[in-house]
C-alpha cells in the first residue's frame, strides 16, 4: 500500500470525481485508476463505484477515508518531527492566506512561530488568490495558502484538503430547510466577494447555470456584518462563518447535486535556494491547518439551541 496511491484516494473522494482530480494534479485518468484498483486489492473491496458523472465512496470507502486522512496527517507528523535544519533559522518570512482563512489561521501560526523559532519574523500579506498569484510569481510572497489555485512550472503546489461553500442567510428565513437546489440558488440574489463568484462559477458551469449576483463585496467582515444585521445571502466557505454558524446566528445549506467546495493549496515558488526559515514557517502552516482541520472548523458544525435572533425571527414571520 503506498502512500501516493492513498493519496491520490483522499483527493478523489474530496472531488467526487478521478477527471476532475487529474485535471488539478496533472495525473493522467488511467494512472489514477490504477493506484485506486491497487488499493482496492490490497484491501479486498471496492472503495469507489463509478457513476455517470463523477465517483461515490461506498461504505468501505468512506470507513477508509477516515483510516487514510490519520495516515497522511501521521506522515505529515512525522515528516515535521525529524525535519531538522543546520542551524537556526532566521530571517523575515512573508506569507499569504485569504480574507477568509486569515483570522483562523494566523493566531496559531504567530504563535507557533513564536516558539519553535523566535529569530523569525513574520510579515502577512492578506488578499484573495489572483492577489496571491501575483505576488508569489513577483517575489513578494515566500509562501501562501490558496483557493484553487492555476498550475503553474513556476509554483510548488501543495493541495491540502476541500471544505465545503454553502449558502449563508439570516436565521430562521428558511424554515426549516436545509438544502438549496440549483434551480433555486439561480433565482436567490447574493452578495459574494469577487474570488467566491469566480470559484462558484467555475463549478456551476458545468451544470448550465450560475448565480444571481444582488451585489459583489470584497469584505469578508461587510458580508458577515450585513448577515448579522440581517441583510442579504452569500455564499461562504464553512469555515468563515463558522462560529456564527454554530451559535445559531446565521443558518447554512448545502447546495444539493453540486457539490460546491473550495480546494485549500499550499503554495511557494520554485526555488533553486530553500531558506531554512522559509522551510520552518511551510511547516507551521501545515502544522496549523492540519489543527484546524481535526477541530473540525472546515464542516458544518452541530447548530446549538436557538438564540434570541431566531426566537425573533419567528415572531416576526408570526
Known amino acids: 500500500m503506498e502512500l501516493r496511491g492513498i493519496q491520490y484516494f483522499l483527493q478523489i473522494a474530496d472531488e467526487g470525481s478521478i477527471t476532475r482530480t ?16 491497487q488499493l482496492e486489492a490490497e484491501l479486498g473491496t471496492q472503495l469507489l463505484l463509478r457513476l455517470p458523472r463523477g465517483v461515490r465512496l461506498t461504505t468501505s470507502g468512506r470507513d477508509f477515508l477516515e483510516y487514510a486522512r490519520r495516515i497522511v496527517l501521521e506522515v505529515a507528523r512525522a515528516r515535521e518531527h525529524v525535519h531538522g535544519v543546520a542551524e537556526t533559522p532566521r530571517g523575515k518570512v512573508v506569507i499569504g492566506t485569504s480574507p477568509t482563512l486569515a483570522p483562523l489561521l494566523l493566531p496559531g501560526c504567530i504563535t507557533r512561530a513564536r516558539q519553535q523559532c523566535p529569530l523569525i519574523t513574520l510579515q502577512v500579506m492578506e488578499g484573495f488568490s489572483p492577489q496571491l498569484l501575483d505576488a508569489l510569481l513577483t517575489g513578494r ?9 492555476p498550475r503553474s ?32 440558488l439561480s433565482r436567490t440574489p447574493l452578495i459574494v466577494s469577487g474570488g467566491m463568484r469566480a470559484v462558484i462559477d467555475e463549478q456551476l458551469a458545468s451544470f448550465g447555470t450560475q ?11 461587510a458580508i458577515r456584518g450585513l448577515l448579522l444585521a440581517g441583510i442579504g445571502t452569500t455564499i461562504m466557505p464553512v469555515s468563515a462563518f463558522h462560529s456564527e454558524i454554530a451559535a445559531g446566528r446565521v443558518d447554512a445549506c448545502e447546495v444539493e447535486t453540486a457539490n460546491l467546495h473550495r480546494i485549500l493549496v499550499l503554495a511557494r515558488p520554485v526555488s533553486p535556494t530553500r531558506t531554512a526559515a522559509i522551510d520552518q514557517i511551510e511547516h507551521i502552516v501545515r502544522a496549523e491547518m492540519t489543527a484546524l482541520l481535526e477541530a473540525g472548523l ?16 419567528r415572531l416576526g414571520r408570526r
Not at 510572497?141 to 483557493?147: F, I, K, N, Q, S
Open 22 to 37: 487529474a485535471h488539478k494534479l496533472g495525473v493522467t485518468q488511467p494512472a489514477l485508476t490504477r493506484h485506486v484498483q
Open 141 to 149: 510572497l515566500d509562501v501562501a495558502v490558496m483557493t484553487n489555485p
Open 153 to 184: 512550472r513556476a509554483l510548488s503546489l501543495t493541495p491540502l484538503f476541500s471544505e465545503p461553500l454553502v449558502v449563508i442567510s439570516p436565521p430562521g428565513v428558511r424554515g426549516a430547510v436545509r438544502s438549496f437546489s440549483l434551480v433555486e
Open 211 to 221: 448565480v444571481r449576483v444582488e451585489a459583489e463585496v470584497d469584505s469578508v467582515e
Open 298 to 313: 472546515f464542516r458544518l458544525p452541530i447548530v446549538r439551541a436557538a438564540t434570541g435572533a431566531r426566537r425573533r425571527a
